[in-house]
């Protein structure tokens, strides 16, 4: 007979990988990867395509891009870019940007 209850001594699945991440320091590359996959979304396809690289060290993401106008852009709007970027995730994973 199958039952549908845990044990004192088990956890669920979620908690046991949210603790791996955690351990191994993890947890924030994977917020790095998700902002990057979903990069387009967040700011549009043409800050999309001309963006080389973006990385995330703690809360601070370092934003890579050729264009010297575009990057001008972006520092005059770092506050919306962190804005839109911890809106879509729901959570704070942004406090600082800087454009490189």
């Given at each position: 007979?199958?039952?549908?209850?845990?044990?004192?001594?088990?956890?669920?699945?979620?908690?046991?990988?949210?603790?791996?991440?955690?351990?191994?320091?993890?947890t924030?590359?994977i917020d790095?990867?998700?902002?990057?996959?979903?990069?387009g979304?967040?700011?549009?396809?043409?800050?999309?395509?001309?963006?080389?690289?973006?990385?995330l060290?703690?809360?601070?993401l370092?934003?890579?891009?050729?264009?010297?106008?575009?990057?001008?852009?972006?520092?005059?709007?770092?506050?919306?870019?962190?804005?839109?970027?911890?809106l879509?995730?729901?959570?704070?994973?942004?406090?600082?940007?800087?454009?490189?």
């Open positions: 007979m199958k039952t549908d209850y845990m044990t004192s001594d088990e956890k669920p699945i979620k908690s046991i990988i949210n603790e791996l991440l955690n351990t191994y320091r993890l924030g590359k790095e990867l998700k902002i990057w996959s979903n990069w979304e967040i700011v549009g396809t043409i800050i999309a395509k001309n963006t080389k690289k973006l990385q060290k703690g809360t601070t370092k934003i890579y891009v050729e264009s010297a106008p575009l990057k001008n852009e972006l520092i005059f709007h770092r506050t919306v870019l962190i804005e839109k970027i911890n879509y995730f729901n959570k704070q994973v942004v406090n600082e940007i800087q454009i490189m």
